[in-house]
């Protein structure tokens, strides 16, 4: 049994084959291949964008979407989360997509359960379907990714989404660089810069990222005003080069992105949502159908 918790358990051609089933998905091609299957969500952190669209994608192809609500569970009374794993597993879902505060938690659910196990998201350590998504927008604005340099911006230090952007864009071609005040970097060898006007004199594309405030121990910005200063993609910035603009959302406005920038049509912003759903149909699929 396969479990999708981050990008590297994707081998390159699974990568383009899923790529492949959600363009399909997107030209309008909607086979019911999860007719009679039943997925359970657990979303232990909120979400508006993810839980949507995993839900909307299982529909989409026919499935059943079994939502816990985790503030009735019983974690809340202190089942462990291995126990609420074990529990659902014995209803026989046909795949179960969790999101949790935790790095790793469903690496803990992987012994308790035997249906795949897909990562909504884990703490600061992985997103998987959102790099998934992200390279399918940016296939769609350059075809391919050899030689495009697409910068990062943000608190990369604290984002799941930064980390499986940089595990997986490089694998199709992606030069990166990461763009972000020294204590929002992690360690890597990866080329970094903490002046965002040259970073984006130099990139093809621009993936900004919420300010993680919620996983900071202490305030490590002035404010939010102040990171914006210097930080936040604006019409001024921008100018009139031909770029590519992404987030992952929810978007802190003019702070990670101005108003303006997100009714741009370098925004893609609104395409990765649409994106998202085709992707997570994909991924389904996939990991439903197709082990």
């Known amino acids: 049994m396969r479990h999708l918790i981050h990008v590297n358990d994707l081998s390159d051609n699974e990568v383009g084959q899923i790529l492949k089933n959600a363009f399909a998905y997107k030209r309008g091609e909607t086979p ?16 508006t964008r993810t839980l949507s669209s995993f839900e909307m994608a299982v529909k989409n192809l026919g499935g059943e979407v079994i939502r816990l609500d985790v503030s009735r569970s019983s974690t809340s009374k202190g089942e462990t989360l291995r126990d609420t794993a074990a529990n659902l597993n014995a209803m026989r879902p046909d795949a179960i997509v969790i999101r949790h505060s935790t790095a790793g938690a469903g690496y803990f659910l992987i012994p308790k359960v035997s249906c795949p196990i897909i990562n909504g998201g884990d703490g600061a350590h992985s997103h998987p379907t959102q790099a998934l998504l992200d390279l399918m927008t940016l296939l769609e604005s350059f075809q391919s990714l050899e030689g495009k340099r697409i910068a990062i911006v943000g608190d990369i230090k604290n984002s799941r989404v930064a980390n499986s952007n940089i595990a997986l864009l490089p694998r199709f071609g ?15 060898s990866l080329p970094t810069t903490s002046n965002l006007q040259d970073a984006i004199e130099q990139c093809d ?14 305030q490590t910005y002035g404010s939010l005003q102040d990171y914006a200063d210097d930080f936040c993609l604006t019409m001024e910035r921008i100018g009139d080069k031909k770029l590519v603009i992404m987030h992952p959302g929810p978007v802190h406005r003019n702070i990670d992105i101005s108003d303006f920038v997100l009714d741009d049509p370098r925004s893609k912003v609104l395409e990765q949502v649409q994106n998202g759903v085709f992707m997570r149909m994909a991924v389904m699929d996939f990991f439903i159908n197709h082990q």
């Open 32 to 47: 019911k291949t999860l007719k009679d299957k039943k997925v359970i969500t657990t979303f232990f952190e909120n979400s």
């Open 174 to 188: 992606a030069e990166l660089l990461l763009v972000a005040p020294p204590h929002f970097l992690p360690q890597t």
């Open 205 to 218: 594309a621009i993936i900004s990222l919420r300010t993680q405030t919620e996983r900071h121990d202490l």
